[in-house]
């Protein structure tokens, strides 16, 4: 009789099938409930140290104007270093800084120099500094040896943030007739001209009112392709380290979006980092123009709310 009843025992210990389906199914759908929660507090950690990035750039644009009195060009010509090169000084990065020949081309710099990512210059809702494919796959070649003719690839570290020329694509060099309005312009033209350097004072509609770095956008199956996804270093190529916003130049959307502006992988807004290095998520639903004030230094026009 006792081993009869101790075997009864044993055999409640155990589920049936049905309350184990219906344990499964219950879990299942809590993990469904969970998922999109678990995801969005993961997209809101990575858009705050995306912003912290562009924030910690902000503040390197102003020690560099203060050690210099100026902003630093958006390059320093057609074939030699970004303002990518000339902060990091600023960014705790002067090891990296210390191997670049500012006098020598992109081109003639050491494979350490060029190669070299940088880890804040990464926005983590899109890639890191070790995602695929780590440096430029397309775009590096010198375009200024002759008519037609271009040199050996040379890649370079990648980058998701670019300066703000302004609301026409243009820096001062290879113009085409466009103006060149933004914070950031080069230092010498095509021609060997000096262009001159942007400083606050020149920033006349208020540093808190303008546009100086932001998400560069980026097609999500061109990574690593120029000319827009090239080295971040690399001042041959301006798109790939800076950007206009406009009517002609609208925020991308998404990341499937073929066009040439800014635009980040958050959800329906772009950040950008200010003049006075403060930063901002802006709907990517602003009306264009109101960007293009934004964008402009010193078009004397007042901003509405966006």
């Not at 004072?201 to 097609?219: M, P």
């Not at 950040?271 to 109101?290: C, E, K």
């Amino acid at each position: 009789m006792e081993a009869q009843e101790m075997a009864t025992d044993r055999r409640r210990r155990g589920f049936t099938l049905i309350e184990l389906l219906v344990v499964i199914a219950i879990i299942s759908i809590l993990m469904a409930l969970l998922l999109p929660a678990v995801q969005r507090v993961r997209e809101a950690a990575s858009r705050a140290s995306c912003g912290n990035n562009l924030h910690q750039i902000g503040l390197a644009f102003h020690m560099y104007h203060d050690n210099y009195g100026k902003l630093p060009p958006n390059r320093l010509s057609d074939l030699h270093a970004t303002w990518a090169i000339l902060i990091l000084p600023y960014i705790e990065q002067n090891n990296l800084y210390n191997q670049w020949d500012l006098v020598k081309f992109y081109y003639d710099q050491t494979d350490v120099a060029r190669l070299t990512p940088v880890s804040i210059y990464f926005c983590p809702s899109r890639r890191s500094a070790q995602s695929p494919p780590g440096h430029s796959i397309s775009g590096d070649q010198n375009d200024d040896i002759g008519p037609g003719v271009l040199g050996p690839f040379v890649p370079g570290a990648l980058g998701d943030y670019a300066t703000c020329t302004g609301t026409d694509n243009c820096d001062g060099t290879d113009c085409d007739g466009h103006v060149y309005n933004g914070a950031f312009r080069a230092a010498i033209n095509q021609y060997g001209q000096f262009l001159g350097y942007t400083s606050f004072a020149d920033v006349t509609d208020g540093l808190s009112n303008t546009i100086f770095a932001g998400d560069k956008h980026v097609h999500i199956q061109n990574f690593g392709r120029g000319v827009l996804d090239c080295s971040l270093y690399n001042g041959d190529y301006w798109m790939c380290s800076s950007r206009s916003v406009g009517p002609n130049y609208p925020l991308a959307q998404k990341p499937t979006d073929m066009v040439i502006g800014f635009g980040g992988y958050h959800t329906g807004i772009c950040q950008f980092v200010f003049g006075d290095a403060s930063v901002h998520a802006i709907s990517n639903s602003t009306d264009p123009n109101v960007l293009a004030l934004l964008a402009n230094v010193s078009d004397g026009q007042p901003i509405p709310d966006y």
